[in-house]
Structure formats: structure tokens, C-alpha cells
């Protein structure tokens, strides 16, 4: 519905006030108005549309966090009655997020035109997921919309926390190896050659320097030649790995040597049984079928080599093999994952099961991500100062040479 913004007087206090109101036209807004003993001055149509100081200012990307917000805000309306289009209106009116505010007039457009609100939602595959999409349908289908939304709220928020804890827990030293990798450069760039001069002036041209100093004066001298082309090949280099990585290939060879570097494998397992967990739970939960429920699991995990195993395994559960038998055979999954989706199986409770395993390996990359982090940064802080007692060594040297001839 569209939101009027008016300006009325009481009739009993004869006092100005200000407001806005949701009806059909402004016969509406004005028998609202009327009903709260409210005369009105003014009544103007709210402009939906997102200013050009709006577009500048505001991200048009929706964040997790206001998804994650929009998710339990839908969930709590629609549990109280509040029809579909009234709370989607509420929601877009009130959201602090230009890119979900233009998303939702979107929707709302849709479900007007007679469309789903997942089918409305699956046309906006950045912002809503297919796992996302898929659950929704499901609680059209059974009539409990409002707790599947519980149930999507609580996985999204569940995801976004681990996220943030890889990436604090990442932050620190990769901040350290910027530093380091900026004072390497300075002290190469800007003081060896100074240093190199001095040595130079004190000792003659013909001082024999020790190789040390002259590998670090000779990469210092390569670097102020040619460091710009090394910096644009670098760059370019990182460009074009980044840029492979997104490839479907290069994903696949990146994801399969994560999985064989043995401080990050630990952390990936993890991560990935947490998500399929949660995920396939949520899905099993809302009465999606198994194999639905295994595909668009599959396209959640965020690791290839998972996602294709997974994929592998739906034409064995659709020959009547269980899913806990050709998880067990895969051995991509550890043991407690297969059998607890076993008594799954047998009780019937396949979703209250994996919740429990889902919680227990979010523990798990809790622990191991501050494990890698306090064993990450002292070895960060080696490398710095290793880097830096380098140049101080190749330095020292040659004029504690110098020191001792002139003593003697």
C-alpha cells in the first residue's frame, strides 16, 4: 500500500502533529485520520524513490546482518497475522538499506502481480540464495512460512558468525604481512642505498664487503631500476590468480589443495560439516524431499570437492542406498556425521539430529580458528623481525669491518 506523510490538528487540543499513514488513497488517509479525531492540513504521497544522495551514500549490496534482520522482522509479522504484502510494504518502508529497499519494491510488485514470494525472491539470486528460496517454498507449501523464517534467521546468523571469526581471526596478520612487506620495500628503496653510499665513501672502492651486504645492495639496486616492473607484474599476477580462482577450474584446484595444506584442512572440514549440517537440517525440517534437499545443500557448502561429492551422492540415494551408508564410503565426512544421520534415518528425526551436529562442529571452528590465529601471528611477527635483523645484519657488518681497521 502507499504511505502518506500529512500534517493534521487535534480537534480537541487544536494542536499541530505530524505523521504518516499506510492506505489506498487519501480517502483513506483521511478516515484514518478522522478516527483519531485528527483534522488534516495536508496530505502528500511518500516518494519511494532512492535520491541520487541516496545512491552515493549507501551501498545498494545487502549486508547479512540486514538480511538476517529482514528475515526474523517478515517471520514475526507473518506469525502474528499481518497479511504477506502489508508486512513486505512495512518492511521496505522502515529498512535502512537501499540495496534491500530496491529489492523489496521489486518483490512487492510481484506478489501484487499474483507471484509467489519465493518465486518473487528466486529473482534476486545475489541477495537470496537458492537454500534461501527453496525453504521459503517449502513453508508456502506448508503453511508455515513464519517458522521456516525462524529457521533461516538462525542459519544465516549461525554462517555470518563464522564468517566474521575467520576473518578476525585473519586480520591481524595479514595486516602484519602488509607491514612487513612495506618496510622491506622502504628499507630497500630508500636506506640501504644511502647505507651502501656511506660504505662505500668510508671503505673506498675497492672494500671487500660481505656477501650478505652485497646480495642485499644488489637487490636494492635491482629494485630502484626495475622496481616498478616488479610491482605491475605483481599486481597483475595477483589480478590474474584472483581472477582464475573464481573460474569454475581454477575454484576446483584451489579448494582441492586447501584441502591438502594441514592447517587449513582441519578449519575447512569443519566449516563444511557445520554449513551442510545446518543447512540440510533446515531443508529436512521444512519437508523439502532428500534429494532436493541434497542438491541445493550441495551448492551451499562453499567447497567444490564437497559440493561434487554430495552431487555424486544423489544418484546412489536415488538407487535406495541411504545417504549415512555413501557418506561413510566417501570419506570426505568424519565418522560422527554418518551415523548420527543413521539414527537420523531410523527415528525420523533427521533435522533435530544434525542441528546437534551442526552445534558441535561450530564449536569446533571456534577452537580451531583461535588455535591457527595464536599460532599464526608469533610466526608473522618472526618474519618481520626476521626480515628487518636481515637488513640490520647485511648493514652491521660491513662497518664492524670498518671499525676493526681502523682500530688496528
Given amino acids: 500500500m502507499p504511505i502518506f506523510n500529512y500534517v493534521a490538528t487535534s480537534e480537541r487540543t487544536n494542536k499541530t502533529t505530524k505523521g504518516s499513514v499506510e492506505a489506498a488513497d487519501e480517502a483513506g488517509v483521511m478516515e484514518a485520520l478522522k478516527k483519531q479525531n485528527l483534522r488534516p492540513l495536508s496530505i502528500t504521497l511518500e516518494n519511494k524513490t532512492p535520491s541520487a544522495l541516496d545512491n552515493l551514500l549507501h551501498s545498494k549490496k545487502v549486508k547479512s546482518d540486514d538480511l538476517v534482520i529482514f528475515t526474523r522482522q517478515l517471520s514475526a509479522m507473518i506469525g502474528a497475522g499481518v497479511p504477506l504484502l502489508r508486512s513486505l510494504n512495512s518492511l521496505e518502508q522502515h529498512s535502512e538499506s537501499l540495496g534491500l529497499k530496491l529489492i523489496l519494491t521489486s518483490i512487492i510488485k510481484d506478489v501484487e502481480g499474483g507471484s509467489s514470494l519465493a ?124 581472477r582464475y580462482i573464481k573460474t569454475p577450474p581454477g575454484k576446483k584446484v584451489f579448494h582441492t589443495l586447501a584441502l591438502k595444506v594441514p592447517a587449513i584442512r582441519g578449519i575447512i572440514r569443519k566449516v563444511v560439516v557445520a554449513r551442510f549440517a545446518r543447512t540440510f537440517s533446515a531443508l529436512s525440517g521444512a519437508g523439502v524431499s532428500i534429494i532436493e534437499t541434497m542438491t541445493v545443500t550441495a551448492h551451499a557448502l562453499g567447497n567444490v570437492v564437497y559440493e561434487q561429492s554430495l552431487i555424486d551422492a544423489v544418484d546412489k540415494v536415488k538407487n535406495g542406498q541411504q545417504l549415512s551408508q555413501v557418506l561413510e564410503k566417501d570419506g570426505l565426512y568424519p565418522a560422527i556425521v554418518s551415523q548420527m544421520l543413521a539414527v537420523g534415518e531410523e527415528t525420523g528425526q533427521t533435522d533435530v539430529v544434525l542441528v546437534k551436529v551442526a552445534e558441535f562442529y561450530e564449536e569446533e571452528v571456534d577452537t580451531a580458528i583461535n588455535g591457527l590465529s595464536s599460532i599464526i601471528e608469533p610466526i608473522m611477527i618472526v618474519i618481520m623481525g626476521g626480515a628487518v635483523g636481515l637488513i640490520a645484519a647485511s648493514v652491521m657488518g660491513p662497518i664492524a669491518n670498518l671499525a676493526n681497521q681502523i682500530s688496528g
Avoid: C, W
Wanted: hydrophobic content about 50%; aromatic content about 8%.
Fill in 119 to 242: 518465486n518473487a525472491l528466486q529473482k534476486h539470486p545475489d541477495t537470496f540464495s537458492e537454500v534461501y528460496v527453496n525453504m521459503v517454498r517449502a513453508g508456502e507449501t506448508a503453511g508455515i512460512l513464519d517458522e521456516i523464517l525462524k529457521r533461516l534467521a538462525l542459519q544465516q546468523e549461525k554462517n555470518a558468525t563464522i564468517r566474521k571469526k575467520i576473518k578476525s581471526a585473519m586480520t591481524y596478520p595479514m595486516v602484519l604481512l602488509v607491514i612487513t612487506i612495506a618496510a622491506f620495500f622502504g628499507l630497500m628503496l630508500f636506506v640501504i642505498p644511502k647505507i651502501g653510499e656511506i660504505i662505500g665513501s668510508l671503505g673506498g672502492p675497492d672494500a671487500e664487503l660481505p656477501m650478505l651486504t652485497q646480495v642485499m645492495l644488489g637487490a636494492s639496486d635491482f629494485l630502484l631500476k626495475y622496481g616498478v616492473f616488479v610491482i605491475a607484474i605483481g599486481f597483475l599476477g595477483v589480478t590474474f590468480l584472483l
